[in-house]
C-alpha cells in the first residue's frame, strides 16, 4: 500500500514558478513508477511526467517538456514537479500517482492516486 499527499499548488501569474511535492508513505515507494498527472475543467485526466524506480529516466507530455522537471528522493519518500515558466493552459488539478510497473505512462497501471493540488495560472 502507498498513500501519496500532495501540496505546494497555488495562484499564480503566467511566467512563474512552483514546485509541486508528493509525500508517499509505505516501505516500498522505492520500487514503485511515479507519475504527476492533471486534469481541467472538463478535460479526462492525462499524463504530465513520469520517473523511474530509480529517477534515472524520465519522460513528459510534449507541451511540458523544457519548463517542467520530475525528481524523486526516495530517502525522503518524496515526488517533486518542479514548474517553470507557467501557462494559462497549465491550469489544473494536478495529482500524484505510484505504479508497481516498472515504466508506464498509461493511467490505468497507477494503483495509487493522491488527492490533487489545484494550480491556477492567470494570463
Known amino acids: 500500500q502507498v498513500q501519496l499527499v500532495e501540496s505546494g499548488g497555488g495562484l499564480v501569474q503566467a511566467g512563474a514558478s512552483l514546485r509541486l511535492s508528493c509525500a508517499a508513505s509505505?516501505?516500498?515507494?522505492?520500487?514503485?513508477?511515479m507519475g504527476w498527472f492533471r486534469q481541467a475543467p472538463g478535460k479526462e485526466r492525462e499524463f504530465v511526467a513520469v520517473?523511474?524506480?530509480?529517477?534515472?529516466?524520465?519522460f513528459y507530455v510534449d507541451s511540458v517538456k523544457g519548463r517542467f522537471t520530475i525528481s524523486r528522493d526516495n530517502a525522503k519518500n518524496t515526488v517533486y514537479l518542479q514548474m517553470n515558466s507557467l501557462k494559462s493552459e497549465d491550469t489544473a488539478v494536478y495529482y500524484c500517482a505510484a505504479s508497481p510497473q516498472f515504466w508506464t505512462t498509461i493511467i490505468g497501471e497507477y494503483s495509487y492516486w493522491g488527492q490533487g493540488t489545484q494550480v491556477t495560472v492567470s494570463s
Open positions: 520517473i523511474s524506480w530509480s529517477g534515472g529516466r524520465t
Open positions: 509505505g516501505r516500498t515507494f522505492s520500487r514503485h513508477t
